[in-house]
């Protein structure tokens, strides 16, 4: 196979299997093509990787080795789509009552639904993270597109059990802002013991739901690996029961009343 | 730009961006190329994506027009993949109280779910789909995998109205199998009338679900343009409701007492 053909065919493979260790036997057998010319298509495609600043790849040696794509965003590219999102959600048609803002045309937009998981999962690359959890439902598009580019599989925690899901347990918690016990399950077979969870989730106030997922991986005896939420409600700050996260857009100062709203770049960007 | 470097870095670009027009100014100026060696990758990337079984480059003529990457699977990939995921579902541990399957497992592997998605927006390449809709809770990730290959948005059907929704419209259905009287809700601001819909299920027994956000369509005066279902059970075939509608897979003769299921490639590969 041509070296034009073959950088093709191993771009496409390495963006579909994100964080997957390719041995390069497969390529070589793949493409009837040299270890030699491979390795050097794998250097001409970590520099361009590189380059339009989407990751790079990290090669592991050794007999079990190979080659992994590590998606990552520039810093560049990671703050101009914060800023423009924000930009969108500052629309004062946005607002609901009870300080809500109405997000779900950004949230049914794959595109964005990708973008906002590529940023996460850059943030959480380093953070040896085996699976997923986020709440129904507004959550779970993002914690799909953020598990797509950290290859690991998502769990998904209900308000009340069902019966496609097999034995659950479940919990009772505090939303934090209207004080008010709620319940959350989770089926038993979906989490492994020690299993490094982290947690997306769309929207954070006061962190009443994220603290009950929390709980939740206890009874599990999971760790929390890391918690991220698309946009905090800056308001809330003092009643806040989480402490460690990540946001990637802080909504300040809505004011109901004129109708505005002020949407900034999340902690992430000051991390 | 080197042609190497340029095949990498528009190939990702296509990728990136299913079913969208890109003009042919955009590639020359974002690598600095003349138009006829832009045209040359192009043909190379379009033998390339065919020869791969992942998709082809549509070009559109004209000053208005471009190259559009159409994602859709050779019959081969499609195939395997349906039988891959049968033989995965016949596992008898997957078998819960009334006949259902534990699915949570695989519609969590989000590889699983994006190959789940390639094969829907293959089928509905042709449909001219606007919007994707699905019901809460496991239809949604498989809604996101299909419209991100066919570039539409989601938009996602709830059990009771929330507050981050604003107004809603909302019906009565009859569930097909249990025979009782359900709510279904959807936000006011999430359709267009006229839309063409296509809805997206992970599972369908006598079809009341699906007919029911069919009544939902109706109501905003948008078209049923395609109905998918991830698995259907052929044994409830003769009490369905729904019948215009193409499956990945069919459950037959489930059978709890002697913890035995058997599972084939749905309609769509009959079709």
Redesign the interface.
Known sequence: MK???R???M??YL???PQQLVSLPFFTESYQSAKSSISEDLG??N???Q??G?GRLQTVPGAAGGVKYIPANSDERSESFADELANQLEDPERL???G??????LL????T??NIGRLFATHFANHSIDVIMTV???G??LA??V??FL??????V?RDP?????STVSINYVSGSSRKIQTMVL?K??LKQGANVCIIDD?MKAGGTINGMRSLLDEFEANVAGIGVLAEAEDEEEDRVVEEYVSLLQINNVDIKNKKIEVHRGNMFSK
């Open positions: 070296r034009s053909e950088l093709i065919a771009t496409n963006i579909e299997h001409i495609i520099d361009m990787f380059k339009e989407i609901l009552p009870g809500y803002l109405f997000m779900s045309d049914g937009d794959p595109q639904v990708r129904a439902t507004k779970i598009p799909y597109a598990a797509s290859n690991v599989p998502v769990v998904i209900r069902k019966v496609t899901e097999g089926p077979r979906s929207f």
